[in-house]
């Protein structure tokens, strides 16, 4: 957005105004001023210094904008506003500031480019002057570098390390080598961060749209071990015949392929390119982006194989027996020590624990109704997460470029990958997720018909009789009280 994308911005013309009638000067710094000098669009937070107490500052702008306003920092005196309208949701941040004047402020920041401010009277002026810029952060910008302000102001904050990759990545800039050098010197101090903040911060790294070279930047850096111990296994890990890369450049791949299938819809599945961008468009739950979860379930999908690994006998192949089984362990673990929610760690064990399923759907001749339906019943809506984690699965095993699978020439294998978790998709979309009729008999008619008492054997055959119903087996009640009456009573109840 250009230079009138901030005069025009409403925001700033309405917190200008309160703060001339209070007689203060306040400042837009950060993240906004960065963004605004890229050229990039105007986004939906703001971060605002002023000198002295900002509270009242932040509570009048809450009640001009029909906002919320409340402490966010004790501490620091720092107050957030948050403003809905129309689903849509802005922060603005009202931070004391640190030092003499503003220039001190910028210095005690954390990366040269989030170092730069503007007074909203010159936002305002008819010609915008040059930020505010003590550390050189301009330049930084133009040469495309992320630069620590100092190894001080690191250690202030060790989650500062987790965002230089993640800030990098997203803005498409390069790590400066002395920042790494800081990072790498202290990597094991990004554990002094409490497991919440780490969390919200890998996941917005996740959420973004390079992550796959976020990760590779935090594995470069020693940083991913650090907080992720179980990865030290990976590196060099021989996969076995299926797969051109061993492990850690795997899991790298997996995540940079459901990338490029979250680009590519449309080129795969065009029919269902439009429900597929809604359904990973959604948070899971507050501050939980569906898209953020399942690139984390396709880095640590794998992570069962290390402790699974057998060579078998002389000459035999490379085996990773229940490595889905023990990958679920492993992945409930750390999802646990991220602080994770109930919901998130059990989407992440469900996604972890069938994640051979589309591959061994693959494998037979018809994948039947029973089969698709036996699939969503176990998984839900997930099983749409499930179908592309096998697709990421198979683009990230070989070495081809991505856009190749695109391509007519595909191999037989991931051609018929593609196709079982098309149909997937498509059963999703077109039969399960639409509201299911009333049965074709309940507990009551079945005890009547075969004779039963009321028990868990009543339940099982609801079960079977609902499963044939969604397979198409059965269509009358007639049908089904055959299909009851025809179970092999030796396995009816097993």
């Known amino acids: 957005m250009g230079e009138g994308g901030l005069k025009k911005a409403k925001i700033l013309q309405i917190i200008h105004r309160l703060a001339q009638k209070r007689g203060e000067e306040v400042y837009l710094v950060g993240g906004a001023v960065r963004d605004f000098l890229l050229g990039r669009p105007l986004g939906r ?29 004790e501490g620091f005196g720092t ?76 250690l202030q904050d060790p989650l500062r390390m987790l965002r230089a990759f993640r800030l990098a990545s997203a803005l498409g800039l390069r790590v400066e080598e002395e920042t790494l050098a800081m990072i790498r010197r202290n990597k094991n101090r990004i554990l002094n961060s409490a497991w919440e903040r780490i969390r919200t911060e890998f996941l917005m790294g996740l959420n973004a749209g390079r992550a796959g070279e976020f990760l590779r930047g935090l594995y470069r850096s020693g940083l991913l071990e650090a907080i992720f111990p179980e990865v030290k296994e990976w590196e060099g890990l021989d996969q076995g015949a299926h797969h051109d890369f061993p492990l850690q450049e795997h899991a790298f791949r997996n995540v940079e392929a459901a990338e490029f299938i979250f680009a590519h819809f449309q080129d795969f599945y065009p029919a269902y390119a439009e429900q597929l961008g809604r359904h990973f468009s959604l948070d899971l739950e507050e501050g939980i982006p569906r898209k953020a979860l399942f690139k984390f379930v396709a880095f640590f999908h794998d992570s069962g194989k290390p402790g699974t690994r057998s060579s078998g006998q002389e000459g ?52 039947t109704s029973r089969a698709r339906y036996r ?101 009358t009640r007639e049908e089904a009280l055959d299909f009851l009456k025809n179970i092999d009573r030796s396995r009816r109840f097993g």
């Not at 971060?47 to 809450?62: M, S, Y």
């Not at 002057?129 to 952060?137: A, T």
């Not at 008999?441 to 079977?464: W, Y």
Request: hydrophobic content about 40%; glycine content about 8%; overall charge negative.
């Open 45 to 73: 937070d703001f971060d605002f210094v002023a000198k002295g107490e900002v509270h009242p500052l932040a509570q009048e702008l809450a009640r001009e904008m029909d906002g919320h306003a409340f402490p966010l920092d």
């Open 79 to 154: 107050w957030r506003v948050i403003i809905k309208k129309a689903k849509r949701k802005t922060d603005a941040d009202f931070c004391p500031l640190q030092g003499q004047d503003i220039i001190e402020d910028l210095r005690q920041r954390d990366f040269t480019v989030n170092s730069l401010a503007v007074s909203l009277k010159d936002i305002l002026h008819p010609e915008l002057p040059p930020p505010i810029d003590p550390l050189g952060g301009l330049a930084d910008l133009r040469a495309g570098i992320l630069r620590a302000n100092s190894e001080a102001s690191l």
């Open 316 to 367: 035999q192949p490379v085996r990773f027996l229940d490595h889905d089984l023990e990958g679920q362990k492993i992945n409930a673990a750390i999802a646990r020590r991220m602080k994770l929610s109930r919901k998130s760690i059990r989407i992440i064990s469900d996604l972890t624990r069938h994640h051979m399923r589309v591959l061994s759907l693959s494998k037979v001749k018809e994948v």
């Open 375 to 475: 699939f969503f019943r176990d998984l839900g809506k997930e099983g749409i997460d499930m179908a592309l984690l096998g697709l990421a699965d198979g683009l990230a095993s070989r070495k081809l470029r991505f856009d190749e699978f695109l391509e007519e020439s595909l191999t037989q294998d991931f051609r018929r990958i593609k196709e079982v978790a098309g149909e997937l998709i498509r059963y999703y979309f077109e039969e399960f997720s639409q509201k299911p009729p009333a049965p074709l008999l309940d507990g009551r008619e079945i005890m009547e018909a075969l004779g039963l008492p009321e028990g868990r054997a009543v339940g099982s055959l609801l079960a079977r009789l609902r499963e044939a119903e969604m397979g198409g087996m059965v269509g």
